[in-house]
Nanobody, 124 residues
Framework: QVQLVESGGGLVQAGGSLRLSCAASGRTFSSYVMAWFRQAPGKEREFVAAVSRSALGTTYTDSVKGRFTISRDNAKNTVSLLMNTLKPEDTAVYYC?????????????????WGQGTQVTVSS
């Protein structure tokens, strides 16, 4: 089992940057595929990015490709999301998630563990 705690959200102007972090408990962090999802008011939770257990593989939703970078540090049990060139449509609560599989799934139902979320607001 793993517990996830996000941090790093906030208010930023369009074009700015934020770095989200997710700290995981437990001694088996490296056995989980890690991902970030987001949920805007009135919308369904959507996939943002995922990183493989070894950190060698990543995948992104099309709308953030070239702007966001997901990374992980298995020695520190952390996963990060660096968000550049932020847009107002990136405004959402961002969630860290974990799944004990090999595949970089993009659907929320395939993730077993979730953090409490951190708010990101991008002003125009």
């Amino acid at each position: 089992q793993v517990q996830l705690v996000e941090s790093g959200g906030g208010l930023v102007q369009a074009g700015g940057s934020l770095r989200l972090s997710c700290a995981a408990s437990g001694r088996t962090f490296s056995s989980y595929v890690m991902a970030w999802f987001r949920q805007a008011p009135g919308k369904e939770r959507e996939f943002v990015a995922a990183v493989s257990r070894s950190a060698l593989g990543t995948t992104y939703t099309d709308s953030v490709k070239g702007r966001f970078t997901i990374s992980r540090d298995n020695a520190k049990n952390t996963v990060s999301l660096l968000m550049n060139t932020l847009k107002p449509e990136d405004t959402a609560v961002y969630y860290c998630a974990a799944t004990n599989t090999v595949t970089l799934f993009t659907t929320p139902g395939t993730y077993n563990y979730w953090g409490q979320g951190t708010q990101v607001t991008v002003s125009s």
